[in-house]
Nanobody
């Protein structure tokens, strides 16, 4: 079993920034990669960004150039730095590793 604990969501204005964190713990032998997904009301959950243990990253086209994913392998923790936030970034953001999901953290972008 793996536990994922997210933090850092909240309210931001358009153009603002937020930073999300996700710490993994539990029965972890090796994590090859972790990712952030989001789900807006009435929409399907979608990949936002992912990172491998080697540092390779992948981003959704909608966040490229604005969001940055990073990780600390020693602490099994990943971060999502979100800059220049837009109204359409409003969603619940979930951390994911293998088949495990965090509880989600709400990000609301509103003026």
């Amino acid at each position: 079993q793996v536990q994922l604990v997210e933090s850092g969501g909240g309210l931001a204005q358009p153009g603002g920034s937020l930073r999300l964190s996700c710490a993994a713990s539990g029965n972890i032998f090796r994590i090859n990669g972790m990712g952030w997904y989001r789900q807006a009301p009435g929409k399907q959950r979608e990949l936002v960004a992912a990172i491998t243990s080697g540092g390779a990253t992948n981003y959704a086209d909608s966040v490229k150039g604005r969001f940055t994913i990073s990780g600390d392998n020693a602490k099994n923790t990943i971060f999502l730095q979100m800059n220049n936030l837009k109204l359409e970034d409003t969603a619940v953001y979930y951390c994911n590793v293998y088949a495990f999901w965090g509880q989600g953290t709400q990000v609301t972008v509103s003026s």
